[in-house]
C-alpha cells in the first residue's frame, strides 16, 4: 500500500529547525541528520530540496521520549497474531447497492472447519450490519446468533471437528455510511471500507462511484469474515448494478448477465487464495485499455477523458511484471492484473490481488506525466510487487507488516535500477533513508514492533523506508545470486500462506549456509541505526593508514554496537583503488591498512548500502578527489553536499563541474548552489534552462535566472512558456519572468488562465499572489470551487498571500465566508476543508499582525467553532494546532 497521509497538513503548519552538521577544524564534516522536508507532493510524500519525493507519504513526526530509570511491573505491550478458532476456506458473495442510502445488500455463504480443536460456535467480524439470517446452506431452519454489532457469534446446533466441513449463509445489509463514530489514521484515513462516491450524482463534475479499501481490518464493514492477515480464501463474487456500470474485482470475469429491471450481474471469480483484507471491488463508468502479459489480460481502468493516456498512466506494467517475474525466478502467480484509479480515496494505492486501487493523484495528461511519470511508475511498481510479497506471502500480523512493506518500497529501488540505471535508484534510496532517518530521532521502535499502539501505526517510515533498507543492505551483504535465490526460495516456501520474520531469515539461511541471526537481531528486531564518526589517520613511517570508526546511537531499545561488515576502498593518487573488507563490531575501532603511498582517499561504506548517520572526516582535498574518482552516485552527492560551504578553488571547480555532471539529480544539485557571479557558470545555466533533457533540471535552471533579475534572460524565460513544454518549465519560465519583468508575467499569464491543469493553475496563483491586482479574483474564485488533494494545499495558500496582500476588508469578509461555507461542508473532503479552515487562520493572523483585535477575534472564534464541528478527529487535531506557538 502507498500512504496518503494526513501528516503532510502538518507540514503547512511547522517547519522543524534543521539539525546541524558536526565540523573540525580543517575538515569538512560528511552529512549528518537530514533537513526537514519542507515540500510535500500530492500524495502528501515530502519532497527532499528539488528532488523526487522521499516516500509516498511515508515521512512521520518523530516524537522524542525522555529517558526514564523507571521500573515497571507488567509485561509490556505485545499484539499477537490472530489465534485461529476456524479455518475459513471460501467466501461467495451476491451484492447489491442503494446509492439513495449508501447501503449494500450482501448475502454471505462462507465455507469453513474448525482449526484444530472441536467447537460449537462460530465468531465472524461483521461490523455494523443489519442481520437478517444466517442458516446453513440449503437448510430453512435458522442458526441462533449473538451480535454486537462487531462481532457475529453464531451458534451451529452441535460440536463440529477439524474433519468437518460447513457452509453458513448470511443475509444482511452493510451500512458503512451510519455509524456514530468513524475510524482512520495518517496512513488510511477512513475505515469505512465501502465507499459511495457522489452517489446522488449531485456533483456535476464527479463520476458516481463505489470502492472498497480493506486494509487493515476495514472489509468486514461490507462482508462478514475473519478479517485478520493470517487468514485467506478463494473467493466468488455477484455484483448486481446498474447496466451503464462497469465492475472489477478480484481474479476473473466469468459471466455478465443482464437482468429484467435494467441491472446486470457480474460472476468474478477468484480461484487461488488470498487474505481477505485483499477483495476488492470497484464500481463507476469507467473506460476499460486492455493489454496483455504472456497471454494473460492486463487491464487499465480509467476515467473516459483519461482513455487515451492510460498505458502511460500505468507505465511499462508489461515489462514490470516480465521483469519481476524474471528478477524473483517466480512468475506473477495470479491469473490477471488490472489497475483502476477512484475519485476520493482513503489512502495512495492498494495492493488488491489482482485488482490495484490508485487515487486520482496519478490519472494524468500525457503532458503532465513528463513531471510525473517517475511517481506513477514506483507507485505501479509498488503495488505489483505486493502481488509477490503480500499477497501471495502476507504478513502474519500488524507487527510484521514490514514483510509486505518492506519489499514493496524496495521494488522501487529493484525497477529504478533496470529502467534507469544505478545513479536513478541510489538516489531514491537516499531518499528513503533521509525519511527514516529523520522519523527515528528519537531511536525509534524495532521493526518487527509487537508493542505498538495502534495496528494502523505500523504504517510509519520504519515498515516502509527502513524495511527496504535492511533488504539492500543483506543484498549488498550476500551478493545478487545468493540475495534473489533466497527470495525464490522464501516464494516457494510460503507461497499462499503467511509469514513471519524468522521464515524469511530461515529461507537466507537455508540458502547461504549462513547464521544471520546477527542481522535480523539489529536491523529487524532492534530499533534505531548507527551513528557513526569516521576519522582517518596516516603514519608516513610505517606506512600504515587508519581508520577509526566510532558509534554513538542512543535511544530506548537501540543497540550500543551494531556489527557491521563493511567495504573499504583506498585510492592511490592515480584513481587506482584497493578493496578491503572489514567487520565492525565495537563501539569505536580503529582498522589498519598497508599502503606504499599516503591513500588520496579512503572511501568508507564503498557500496554506500548502510543504513546510517555517517560524519566522515575528510579534507577538502580528498572530497574534491571523492568527487572526481568515486563511481557511485552517493560519492558525489556526499562529496557536494561537503563541499557546499567551502570557498576554496577546488570546491568552486566540483560545483562548475557537476553542472555537465551526467546525472541530473547531481546537476539539479549544483544549480542550487551555483555562482552566477560567475560568467561562466552563468552561461551555462543559460543554457540549461532552454536544452537540458530533464526538466525538473531545466526548470531549476530557470528559477536560477530569475533570481538574478537580470533582464538579459528575459527571452530565455519567454521561450519557456510553450504550450508543449512540461508544466514544470512553464511555471518556473513564468515565476523567473514575474521576479524579473512582473508585467510581462502578468500579460504572459493571460494566455494561460484557461488551462485547467492544477500545475498551470498554482503557477498563476503564485504568480497573482506576488503581484495583486482585484481584477484577478474572478479567477481566483472560479479555481477554488475545484481544487482538491494536495494541490488545494498550495493553492489556498496562495489564495490567502493574493487577500492579505490586497487588503481590501470587504473582500476579505466575502471569502472568507466562501471559506466558512468550505469548513463547515462534511461533504466536501478533508482537504478542501482543511485548506479552507487553514486560510481562515492564516487571515486571522494577518489582523493580529495589523492590530486589527476585533477582527482576529471573531476569526479565532469561528476557527474554534469549525474545530467543534468537525467530526473527523484527525482534522480536528490539526485546528487544535493552529494556536501553537
Same mark, same amino acid.
Given at each position: 500500500?502507498?500512504?496518503?497521509?494526513?501528516?503532510?497538513?502538518?507540514?503547512?503548519?511547522?517547519?522543524?529547525?534543521?539539525?546541524?552538521?558536526?565540523?573540525?577544524?580543517?575538515?569538512?564534516?560528511?552529512?549528518?541528520?537530514?533537513?526537514?522536508?519542507?515540500?510535500?507532493?500530492?500524495?502528501?510524500? $515530502?519532497?527532499?530540496?528539488?528532488?523526487?519525493?522521499?516516500?509516498?507519504?511515508?515521512?512521520?513526526?518523530?516524537?522524542?521520549?525522555?529517558?526514564?530509570?523507571?521500573?515497571?511491573?507488567?509485561? $509490556?505491550?505485545?499484539?499477537?497474531?490472530?489465534?485461529?478458532?476456524?479455518?475459513?476456506?471460501?467466501?461467495?458473495?451476491?451484492?447489491?447497492?442503494?446509492?439513495?442510502?449508501?447501503?449494500?445488500?450482501?448475502?454471505?455463504?462462507?465455507?469453513?472447519?474448525?482449526?484444530?480443536?472441536? &467447537?460449537?460456535?462460530?465468531?465472524?467480524?461483521?461490523?455494523?450490519?443489519?442481520?437478517?439470517?444466517?442458516?446453513?446452506?440449503?437448510?430453512?431452519?435458522?442458526?441462533?446468533?449473538?451480535?454486537?454489532?462487531?462481532?457475529?457469534?453464531?451458534?451451529?446446533?452441535?460440536?463440529?471437528?477439524?474433519?468437518?466441513?460447513?457452509?453458513?449463509?448470511?443475509?444482511?445489509?452493510?451500512?458503512?455510511?451510519?455509524r456514530e463514530s468513524y475510524g482512520g489514521s495518517a496512513a488510511i484515513t477512513a475505515d469505512k471500507g465501502l465507499y459511495f462516491i457522489n452517489p446522488d450524482g449531485s456533483d456535476p463534475d464527479k463520476p458516481r462511484q463505489i470502492w472498497t479499501q480493506g486494509e487493515t481490518e476495514s472489509n468486514s464493514f461490507w462482508f462478514p469474515t475473519v478479517d485478520k492477515p493470517n487468514e485467506r480464501c478463494t473467493q466468488e463474487m455477484y455484483l448486481t448494478v446498474d447496466d451503464q456500470y462497469t465492475t472489477l474485482s478480484n481474479g476473473l470475469l466469468l459471466s455478465s448477465k443482464k437482468n429484467a429491471d435494467g441491472t446486470r450481474t457480474d460472476y468474478w471469480k477468484m480461484d487461488k487464495p488470498h487474505a481477505?483484507?485483499?477483495?476488492?471491488?470497484?464500481?463507476?463508468?469507467?473506460?476499460?485499455?486492455?493489454?496483455?502479459?504472456?497471454?494473460?489480460?492486463?487491464?487499465?481502468?480509467?476515467?473516459?477523458?483519461?482513455?487515451?493516456?492510460?498505458?502511460?498512466?500505468?507505465?511499462?506494467?508489461?515489462?514490470?511484471?516480465?521483469?519481476?517475474?524474471?528478477?524473483?525466478?517466480?512468475?506473477?502467480?495470479?491469473?490477471?492484473?488490472?489497475?483502476?484509479?477512484?475519485?476520493?480515496?482513503?489512502s495512495g494505492a492498494m495492493e488488491n490481488t489482482t485488482g490495484v486501487i490508485f487515487g486520482d493523484f496519478m490519472q494524468k495528461t500525457s503532458r503532465e506525466l513528463l513531471d510525473d511519470h517517475w511517481l506513477n511508475e514506483k507507485v505501479v511498481a509498488h503495488e505489483m510487487f505486493h502481488h509477490w510479497f503480500g499477497d501471495l506471502i502476507t504478513c502474519e500480523s500488524w507487527a510484521n507488516l514490514t514483510l509486505n512493506e518492506g519489499f514493496a518500497n524496495y521494488s522501487e529501488y529493484l525497477w529504478l535500477e533496470h529502467k534507469y540505471g544505478r545513479d536513478e535508484a541510489d538516489m531514491h534510496e537516499m531518499q528513503e533513508q533521509m525519511g527514516y532517518i529523520f522519523s527515528a530521532q528519537d531511536g525509534?521502535?524495532?521493526?518487527?514492533?509487537?508493542?505498538?499502539?495502534?495496528?494502523?501505526?505500523?504504517?510509519?517510515?520504519?515498515?516502509?523506508?527502513?524495511?527496504?533498507?535492511?533488504?539492500?543492505?543483506?543484498?549488498?551483504?550476500?551478493?545478487?545470486?545468493?540475495?534473489?535465490?533466497?527470495?525464490?526460495?522464501?516464494?516457494?516456501?510460503?507461497?499462499?500462506?503467511?509469514?513471519?520474520?524468522?521464515?524469511?531469515?530461515?529461507?537466507?539461511?537455508?540458502?547461504?549456509?549462513?547464521?544471520?541471526?546477527?542481522?535480523?537481531?539489529?536491523?529487524?528486531?532492534?530499533?534505531?541505526?548507527?551513528?557513526?564518526?569516521?576519522?582517518?589517520?596516516?603514519?608516513?613511517?610505517?606506512?600504515?593508514?587508519?581508520?577509526?570508526?566510532?558509534?554513538?546511537?542512543?535511544?530506548?531499545?537501540?543497540?550500543?554496537?551494531?556489527?557491521?561488515?563493511?567495504?573499504?576502498?583506498?585510492?592511490?593518487?592515480?584513481?587506482?583503488?584497493?578493496?578491503?573488507?572489514?567487520?565492525?563490531?565495537?563501539?569505536?575501532?580503529?582498522?589498519?591498512?598497508?599502503?606504499?603511498?599516503?591513500?588520496?582517499?579512503?572511501?568508507?561504506?564503498?557500496?554506500?548500502?548502510?543504513?546510517?548517520?555517517?560524519?566522515?572526516?575528510?579534507?577538502?582535498?580528498?572530497?574534491?578527489?571523492?568527487?572526481?574518482?568515486?563511481?557511485?552516485?552517493?560519492?558525489?552527492?556526499?562529496?557536494?553536499?561537503?563541499?557546499?560551504?567551502?570557498?576554496?578553488?577546488?570546491?568552486?571547480?566540483?560545483?562548475?563541474?557537476?553542472?555537465?555532471?551526467?546525472?541530473?539529480?547531481?546537476?539539479?544539485?549544483?544549480?542550487?548552489?551555483?555562482?552566477?557571479?560567475? $560568467?561562466?557558470?552563468?552561461?551555462?545555466?543559460?543554457?540549461?534552462?532552454?536544452?537540458? $533533457?530533464?526538466?525538473?533540471?531545466?526548470?531549476?535552471?530557470?528559477?536560477?535566472?530569475?533570481?538574478?533579475?537580470?533582464?538579459?534572460?528575459?527571452?530565455?524565460?519567454?521561450?519557456?512558456?510553450?504550450?508543449?513544454?512540461?508544466?514544470?518549465?512553464?511555471?518556473?519560465?513564468?515565476?523567473?519572468?514575474?521576479?524579473?519583468?512582473?508585467?510581462?508575467?502578468?500579460?504572459?499569464?493571460?494566455?494561460?488562465?484557461?488551462?485547467?491543469?492544477?500545475?498551470?493553475?498554482?503557477?498563476?496563483?503564485?504568480?497573482?499572489?506576488?503581484?495583486?491586482?482585484?481584477?484577478?479574483?474572478?479567477?481566483?474564485?472560479?479555481?477554488?470551487?475545484?481544487?482538491?488533494?494536495?494541490?488545494?494545499?498550495?493553492?489556498?495558500?496562495?489564495?490567502?498571500?493574493?487577500?492579505?496582500?490586497?487588503?481590501?476588508?470587504?473582500?476579505?469578509?466575502?471569502?472568507?465566508?466562501?471559506?466558512?461555507?468550505?469548513?463547515?461542508?462534511?461533504?466536501?473532503?478533508?482537504?478542501?476543508?482543511? &485548506?479552507?479552515?487553514?486560510?481562515?487562520?492564516?487571515?486571522?493572523?494577518?489582523?493580529?499582525?495589523?492590530?486589527?483585535?476585533?477582527?482576529?477575534?471573531?476569526?479565532?472564534?469561528?476557527?474554534?467553532?469549525?474545530?467543534?464541528?468537525?467530526?473527523?478527529?484527525?482534522?480536528?487535531?490539526?485546528?487544535?494546532?493552529?494556536?501553537?506557538?
Amino acid at each position: 500500500m502507498k500512504k496518503l497521509l494526513l501528516l503532510a497538513l502538518l507540514a503547512a503548519l511547522f517547519t522543524a529547525p534543521a539539525c546541524n552538521r558536526k565540523t573540525a577544524e580543517k575538515v569538512t564534516g560528511s552529512p549528518g541528520h537530514p533537513d526537514q522536508p519542507t515540500q510535500y507532493d500530492n500524495m502528501g510524500k $515530502p519532497v527532499m530540496g528539488d528532488e523526487e519525493p522521499v516516500e509516498y507519504a511515508v515521512m512521520e513526526e518523530a516524537v522524542v521520549r525522555p529517558a526514564s530509570d523507571k521500573k515497571i511491573d507488567t509485561l $509490556p505491550p505485545y499484539n499477537p497474531s490472530h489465534t485461529f478458532e476456524h479455518d475459513l476456506i471460501h467466501t461467495k458473495l451476491e451484492l447489491s447497492f442503494d446509492w439513495a442510502k449508501k447501503r449494500a445488500n450482501g448475502r454471505a455463504t462462507l465455507t469453513l472447519r474448525p482449526w484444530f480443536y472441536p &467447537t460449537d460456535k462460530l465468531t465472524l467480524d461483521a461490523k455494523n450490519f443489519d442481520i437478517h439470517s444466517v442458516s446453513f446452506e440449503g437448510k430453512k431452519e435458522p442458526l441462533k446468533y449473538d451480535y454486537n454489532n462487531e462481532q457475529l457469534v453464531v451458534h451451529l446446533g452441535r460440536t463440529y471437528t477439524r474433519n468437518e466441513e460447513y457452509k453458513v449463509v448470511i443475509d444482511y445489509t452493510a451500512k458503512p455510511d451510519e455509524r456514530e463514530s468513524y475510524g482512520g489514521s495518517a496512513a488510511i484515513t477512513a475505515d469505512k471500507g465501502l465507499y459511495f462516491i457522489n452517489p446522488d450524482g449531485s456533483d456535476p463534475d464527479k463520476p458516481r462511484q463505489i470502492w472498497t479499501q480493506g486494509e487493515t481490518e476495514s472489509n468486514s464493514f461490507w462482508f462478514p469474515t475473519v478479517d485478520k492477515p493470517n487468514e485467506r480464501c478463494t473467493q466468488e463474487m455477484y455484483l448486481t448494478v446498474d447496466d451503464q456500470y462497469t465492475t472489477l474485482s478480484n481474479g476473473l470475469l466469468l459471466s455478465s448477465k443482464k437482468n429484467a429491471d435494467g441491472t446486470r450481474t457480474d460472476y468474478w471469480k477468484m480461484d487461488k487464495p488470498h487474505a481477505p483484507y485483499l477483495f476488492m471491488m470497484a464500481i463507476g463508468e469507467f473506460s476499460v485499455v486492455k493489454d496483455k502479459w504472456r497471454n494473460m489480460e492486463v487491464n487499465y481502468y480509467v476515467e473516459p477523458k483519461y482513455e487515451p493516456y492510460a498505458k502511460d498512466i500505468y507505465p511499462h506494467t508489461p515489462e514490470m511484471l516480465e521483469f519481476f517475474s524474471q528478477k524473483l525466478g517466480y512468475d506473477y502467480p495470479w491469473p490477471k492484473y488490472s489497475q483502476v484509479i477512484v475519485r476520493d480515496y482513503v489512502s495512495g494505492a492498494m495492493e488488491n490481488t489482482t485488482g490495484v486501487i490508485f487515487g486520482d493523484f496519478m490519472q494524468k495528461t500525457s503532458r503532465e506525466l513528463l513531471d510525473d511519470h517517475w511517481l506513477n511508475e514506483k507507485v505501479v511498481a509498488h503495488e505489483m510487487f505486493h502481488h509477490w510479497f503480500g499477497d501471495l506471502i502476507t504478513c502474519e500480523s500488524w507487527a510484521n507488516l514490514t514483510l509486505n512493506e518492506g519489499f514493496a518500497n524496495y521494488s522501487e529501488y529493484l525497477w529504478l535500477e533496470h529502467k534507469y540505471g544505478r545513479d536513478e535508484a541510489d538516489m531514491h534510496e537516499m531518499q528513503e533513508q533521509m525519511g527514516y532517518i529523520f522519523s527515528a530521532q528519537d531511536g525509534g521502535h524495532p521493526l518487527i514492533h509487537f508493542g505498538y499502539d495502534n495496528r494502523e501505526s505500523m504504517f510509519d517510515a520504519h515498515s516502509y523506508n527502513k524495511g527496504g533498507a535492511a533488504l539492500h543492505m543483506m543484498r549488498s551483504y550476500l551478493g545478487d545470486e545468493a540475495f534473489f535465490a533466497s527470495l525464490q526460495h522464501y516464494l516457494k516456501k510460503n507461497a499462499y500462506s503467511d509469514a513471519e520474520v524468522h521464515e524469511l531469515r530461515l529461507s537466507f539461511e537455508d540458502v547461504t549456509g549462513q547464521d544471520l541471526n546477527w542481522f535480523f537481531n539489529q536491523w529487524y528486531l532492534g530499533a534505531g541505526h548507527p551513528v557513526l564518526d569516521i576519522r582517518y589517520g596516516w603514519d608516513e613511517t610505517t606506512k600504515k593508514q587508519t581508520v577509526t570508526i566510532t558509534q554513538s546511537q542512543e535511544g530506548e531499545d537501540v543497540a550500543p554496537i551494531f556489527e557491521l561488515p563493511l567495504k573499504v576502498d583506498l585510492y592511490a593518487a592515480d584513481g587506482t583503488v584497493r578493496r578491503e573488507n572489514i567487520r565492525v563490531t565495537k563501539r569505536s575501532q580503529t582498522f589498519t591498512f598497508d599502503a606504499a603511498q599516503r591513500p588520496a582517499l579512503v572511501n568508507v561504506d564503498a557500496d554506500k548500502t548502510l543504513l546510517a548517520v555517517k560524519t566522515d572526516m575528510h579534507t577538502t582535498e580528498e572530497w574534491v578527489f571523492q568527487y572526481y574518482h568515486a563511481p557511485l552516485f552517493r560519492d558525489r552527492w556526499e562529496a557536494l553536499e561537503a563541499l557546499q560551504s567551502d570557498g576554496s578553488p577546488a570546491a568552486k571547480k566540483v560545483y562548475k563541474d557537476a553542472l555537465q555532471d551526467k546525472f541530473h539529480g547531481i546537476r539539479d544539485y549544483a544549480l542550487g548552489h551555483a555562482d552566477m557571479t560567475d $560568467p561562466q557558470v552563468a552561461a551555462r545555466v543559460a543554457q540549461m534552462a532552454e536544452n537540458d $533533457p530533464m526538466p525538473s533540471v531545466r526548470a531549476s535552471a530557470l528559477s536560477m535566472l530569475g533570481q538574478t533579475g537580470d533582464k538579459k534572460y528575459v527571452p530565455v524565460l519567454q521561450k519557456a512558456l510553450s504550450p508543449e513544454l512540461p508544466y514544470s518549465v512553464v511555471g518556473a519560465g513564468l515565476n523567473s519572468l514575474g521576479q524579473i519583468d512582473p508585467a510581462a508575467a502578468v500579460a504572459a499569464s493571460k494566455s494561460l488562465e484557461n488551462d485547467e491543469s492544477d500545475a498551470t493553475v498554482l503557477v498563476l496563483a503564485e504568480l497573482y499572489a506576488q503581484n495583486p491586482d482585484p481584477a484577478q479574483l474572478a479567477w481566483y474564485q472560479k479555481k477554488a470551487e475545484k481544487m482538491d488533494g494536495m494541490s488545494a494545499m498550495t493553492f489556498f495558500d496562495h489564495y490567502q498571500r493574493y487577500l492579505t496582500r490586497l487588503n481590501d476588508p470587504a473582500i476579505l469578509d466575502q471569502v472568507v465566508e466562501g471559506f466558512k461555507t468550505t469548513a463547515f461542508n462534511g461533504k466536501e473532503t478533508q482537504w478542501r476543508r482543511f &485548506t479552507a479552515t487553514k486560510a481562515i487562520a492564516d487571515i486571522r493572523n494577518h489582523y493580529r499582525e495589523q492590530g486589527n483585535t476585533d477582527k482576529a477575534a471573531a476569526l479565532n472564534n469561528l476557527v474554534k467553532e469549525i474545530r467543534e464541528k468537525e467530526t473527523d478527529p484527525t482534522l480536528k487535531m490539526y485546528y487544535g494546532l493552529f494556536d501553537m506557538p
